[in-house]
């Protein structure tokens, strides 16, 4: 068994600053995440899901294995698709008419997502995912939850636990996503999307 390691981030702690401090960057991914890389390599020895890919192991398990597997593979497609914050921060090509085409323009989209991720009781995540049909579709998952496990490919997510926020906007969640709109790496997300 090949042990899960934490990922190596695009970017450097101090690069999203002023929407997310290199003090966050350095509590979310570098203690958080390595918790559950490490929580996760001590519960796969003899669980039978040693040997598959982090997506196989959050479809197929439970428990502590699901929830630490469900947190790395949240917490890396969230950290994979930020970048340094940008103006003027849009979709472009495909995906962006996609967008259009479902949600009437990208500044409702941008309403509908925030309003979830805003909405969502307690920990947890906001996503935008394609579904089978590759309509597109936001879903509030709670804690370690992933759209994988309902059949959706995942493209966007905003972490909506405190440890992803709280350093720099205290308890003001909804401040923390109009925010988080400047620093979406929309290539990454599009890529996704095809």
Excluded: C
Excluded at 23 to 52: C, F, M, R
């Amino acid at each position: 068994m090949k042990p899960f390691e934490l990922i190596t981030l695009p970017f450097a702690p101090e690069v999203l600053e002023p929407v997310i401090s290199r003090e966050t960057i350095a509590l979310h991914h570098g203690k958080h995440l390595q918790t559950y890389v490490n929580n996760l390599n001590n519960l796969l020895s003899g669980s039978g899901l040693e040997d598959l890919s982090l997506e196989e192991i959050v479809k197929k398990s439970e428990g502590g294995i699901f929830n630490n597997a469900g947190q790395i593979l949240n917490h890396n497609l969230y950290f994979l698709a930020l970048q340094a914050p940008q103006t003027d921060n849009v979709p472009k090509g495909a995906l962006a008419e996609a967008i259009n085409q479902q949600f009437g323009s990208f500044d409702e989209f941008k309403k509908e997502f925030t309003q979830k991720g805003t909405t969502l009781f307690g920990s947890g995540w906001v996503w935008l995912s394609k579904d089978q049909d590759g309509k597109l579709i936001i879903t509030q998952e709670g804690n370690a939850q992933n759209p994988v496990t309902r059949g959706f490919t995942p493209l966007l997510t905003f972490d909506v636990w405190e440890h992803a926020y709280y350093v720099d906007y205290q308890n003001r969640r909804a401040d923390h996503l109009a925010a988080m709109w400047q620093i979406v790496n929309w290539d990454v997300v599009e890529q996704r999307y095809l």
